[in-house]
C-alpha cells in the first residue's frame, strides 16, 4: 500500500534538547510539507520541498530545520531555539500540480511531541 | 495573500439531521477550494475541492459543497449526519509554487454529533 509514515506516534524530549521526526513517503511524489497543528489554530506551515536538495520556509520556520536528500524522505529536526514546542507535527506529500490534482496533500497519521 | 476563516469553532448535531459547516475565503488569484476532514488523532483526509466548473461539488461519505464567488464562501453540507462524521473540518485554499500545492487552512471546526 502507498501512504506516508511517521515515526513515532508519541516523543517526549526534555528542554534543551534537539529532536528529529520522520517522515517516509512511497507515493513517489516531488513535493513534501511540514505542518504544525495548536488546538483552535488549524495547520500551520513550517516547511515545504518541491524536489530533492531544495525547500522553503513556509510561515512558522524559526525554531525548525529540514533536509531532502532522498525523494522519499523528509525529516524535521525540532531545535532547542524553538520556543514552544509542544505540537502535534504532520507531514504530508502531493503530486504534480496538474489540472486535476491541484491542492490534494496525502498526509501521514502525524507525531504528537511533548517537551518538558 | 489568501486567508480563510471558519466561524464556528463548534458544532454539535444530532444524529440524522442536516448540518452545514461555513467557510469564507479571500484571495487575490484564481481561487482553489477544499475541504479536508481530521479523524481523532489522525492525518488529515481530502473530503472534495472546487477547481473550476460546476459550482456545487460532491466529495465522500455524502458531502457536498457549494462555491459562490460573490459571497466569497465554500459551505461544506451533508443532509443527515452520522455519528462516525464526528471529527474536525478544515477548509483550505491553494496556491501553486512552482510544483507544490501549498495549502492555508482555516482553523477548524469541530463536528460532534450525538445520538
Known amino acids: 500500500d502507498g501512504g506516508i509514515t511517521q515515526s513515532p506516534k508519541y516523543l517526549f524530549r526534555k528542554e534543551g534538547q534537539n529532536v528529529t521526526l520522520s517522515c517516509e513517503q512511497n507515493?513517489?511524489?516531488?513535493?513534501m510539507y511540514w505542518y504544525r497543528q495548536d488546538p483552535g489554530q488549524g495547520l500551520r506551515l513550517i516547511y515545504y520541498s518541491q524536489i530533492v536538495n531544495d525547500f522553503q520556509k513556509g510561515d512558522i520556520a524559526e525554531g525548525y530545520s529540514v533536509s531532502r536528500e532522498k525523494k522519499e524522505s523528509f525529516p524535521l529536526t525540532v531545535t532547542s531555539a524553538q520556543k514552544n514546542p509542544t505540537a502535534f507535527y504532520l507531514c504530508a506529500s502531493s503530486p504534480q500540480v496538474t489540472s486535476g490534482r491541484r491542492g490534494e496533500q496525502y498526509f501521514g497519521p502525524g507525531t504528537r511531541l511533548t517537551v518538558t | 495573500a489568501q486567508s480563510v476563516t471558519q466561524l464556528d469553532s463548534q458544532v454539535p448535531v444530532f444524529e440524522e439531521a442536516p448540518v452545514e459547516l461555513r467557510c469564507n475565503y479571500s484571495s487575490s488569484v484564481s481561487v482553489y477550494l477544499f475541504w479536508y476532514v481530521q479523524y481523532p488523532n489522525q492525518g488529515l483526509q481530502l473530503l472534495l475541492k472546487y477547481l473550476s466548473g460546476s459550482t456545487l461539488v460532491k466529495g465522500i461519505n455524502g458531502f457536498e459543497a457549494e462555491f459562490n464567488k460573490s459571497q466569497t464562501s465554500f459551505h461544506l453540507r451533508k443532509p443527515s449526519v452520522h455519528i462516525s462524521d464526528t471529527a474536525e473540518y478544515f477548509c483550505?485554499?491553494?496556491?501553486?509554487?512552482?510544483?507544490?500545492?501549498?495549502?492555508?487552512f482555516g482553523t477548524g471546526t469541530r463536528l460532534q454529533v450525538t445520538l
Open positions: 483550505a485554499v491553494s496556491q501553486d509554487t512552482g510544483t507544490a500545492s501549498k495549502l492555508t
Open positions: 507515493l513517489n511524489h516531488d513535493a
